[in-house]
C-alpha cells in the first residue's frame, strides 16, 4: 500500500521555485511575441497564408518562461521549426494527411531536431500542423516552412532577444566558463577536491538522457550548493572581519614609475585607483605594468577598470571561486557608490579559512 502511495505522489507537481515577478513578465513577454509575430506574418502576407500556427505558443512558454532551456535558444526555435515543418509537409506531400502518417512526422522530427541539434519540443507540433491542418496549409506546400513557420519564430525570437536582455536575462543563454587562466594543465583550484568535470560527465552520460539545462548550468548549480554547505558548516564570517584596512591606493595622474615603485615597496601584486573623490576606479597589477609601452604613460592608461568588487557584509565563502578560479587575487571591498573600505587577498581568505576550520568540531565529535 505505501508503495502505491508513492507512486501516486509521483503524479503531483512539485512547487515550483519561481518568483511572482518572473511569472508575470513571462505572460507579458510571451503576449508581446505572439501579438509581434502576428503582426509580422500579416504585413508581409496579407490575407495569403495564416498569420500565427498554434505551436507557436508553445515555443513562446520556452522563450519567455525558461529562457535559460537548452531547448530555447536560437538555433533551437528556429532549426528546430523550420525542419519540423520541411519534415511534416514532405511526409504529407507524399503519404497524405492520416493520423499515422502525423504520427511519422512527429518521430521523424524529433530525429531530425536531435541530428541537427536544435530539439525543440513545439517542432513536434509544428510537424504535425503540416500533416492535419487542412486544405489551407496543404496548399502552401513546402512554403509552409517559411511562412507563415520561418516569420513567426523569427517574430517570436527578435522579441525574446529585446524583452529578455532589456530585463537583464541573458539570452541567448551563456554558461558561465571555468578555464585554467594560467593556461596550464592543472585543473582549478575548486576541481583539485572534490566533485570535478569528469565526474559529472560521467554520471552524466551514466543516465543516459536528456535534461532540461546544460551541462555547464548544473555544474554551476551544485558548486553554489556545495559553497552554501561550507557556509552553514562554518558560520557566518563577513569580508568586513578579514578585510584589510589601510589600503594603499593610487591615483588616476600617478605615472607608471610611481606605481611601480609603489608596488615593489610595499610588496603588493596590485593596487587599487581612486579619484580624489575616494571612489574606486579601477586596479592596476603587475601584470599591467609588463603590458605597458614604458613608463611614460599614466595608471588611468593601464590599469583595470572592469574589476570584480565585493560588499563589507558578504559572507567570505562567496569570495572562494572569485579568488581562487580567476586570475584576480585581491578584491576591493566598496560601498554602495564605490567608495573603498577596504581590500580581501587570497592570503586574507586562506587565514581566515584556516581559522574557522580550527574553530569547528571535528565530524563525529560532540
Request: glycine residues 8%; proline residues 6%; negative net charge.
Amino acid at each position: 500500500m505505501q508503495g502505491i502511495k508513492t507512486w501516486l505522489k509521483g503524479f503531483w507537481p512539485a512547487p515550483m521555485a519561481v518568483s511572482l515577478s518572473e511569472r508575470v513578465l513571462s505572460c507579458v513577454g510571451a503576449v508581446l511575441g505572439l501579438l509581434f509575430s502576428g503582426w509580422l506574418c500579416r504585413e508581409v502576407l496579407g490575407s495569403a497564408s495564416p498569420w500565427l500556427i498554434a505551436p507557436m505558443g508553445a515555443s513562446a512558454v520556452l522563450l519567455f518562461a525558461v529562457p535559460a532551456s537548452p531547448l530555447a535558444q536560437p538555433w533551437s526555435i528556429l532549426g528546430g521549426n523550420l525542419i519540423s515543418a520541411l519534415i511534416g509537409v514532405t511526409c504529407a506531400t507524399w503519404l497524405g494527411h492520416d493520423a499515422w502518417v502525423a504520427a511519422l512526422a512527429g518521430g521523424l522530427a524529433i530525429a531530425g531536431m536531435f541530428a541537427l541539434r536544435c530539439l525543440h519540443p513545439p517542432g513536434g507540433a509544428v510537424a504535425l500542423t503540416a500533416v492535419l491542418a487542412g486544405p489551407e496549409v496543404a496548399q502552401l506546400g513546402y512554403h509552409f516552412a517559411l511562412y507563415p513557420v520561418g516569420l513567426n519564430s523569427i517574430g517570436l525570437l527578435l522579441i525574446a532577444l529585446l524583452f529578455n536582455n532589456a530585463l537583464r536575462r541573458q539570452y541567448p543563454h551563456r554558461p558561465l566558463e571555468h578555464g585554467n587562466v594560467h593556461k596550464t594543465r592543472d585543473p582549478i583550484p575548486r576541481d583539485r577536491l572534490g566533485f570535478t568535470p569528469a565526474d559529472l560527465d560521467a554520471v552524466l552520460k551514466a543516465r543516459g538522457e536528456l535534461l532540461d539545462i546544460s551541462r555547464e548550468d548544473l555544474e554551476e548549480i551544485l558548486l553554489q550548493t556545495e559553497a552554501r554547505a561550507y557556509q552553514r558548516r562554518f558560520g557566518e564570517v563577513r569580508c568586513a572581519d578579514i578585510m584589510s584596512r589601510d589600503v594603499q591606493t593610487l591615483t588616476e595622474h600617478s605615472s607608471l614609475a610611481e606605481a611601480r615603485l609603489s608596488l615593489h615597496e610595499h610588496r603588493l601584486s596590485a593596487m587599487p585607483v581612486l579619484n580624489p573623490q575616494g571612489e574606486l576606479q579601477g586596479m592596476l597589477s603587475l601584470h599591467d605594468l609588463l603590458l605597458a609601452d614604458g613608463d611614460t604613460q599614466t595608471v588611468s592608461q593601464c590599469m583595470r577598470r572592469q574589476t570584480p568588487t565585493c560588499r563589507a557584509d558578504w559572507p567570505v565563502t562567496y569570495l572562494l571561486q572569485m579568488l581562487t578560479d580567476s586570475d584576480v587575487h585581491r578584491l576591493p571591498v566598496v560601498d554602495d557608490h564605490r567608495q573603498l573600505l577596504g581590500i580581501v587577498s587570497q592570503s586574507d581568505l586562506l587565514a581566515a579559512l584556516f581559522r574557522m576550520s580550527l574553530q569547528s568540531p571535528a565530524p563525529g565529535a560532540g
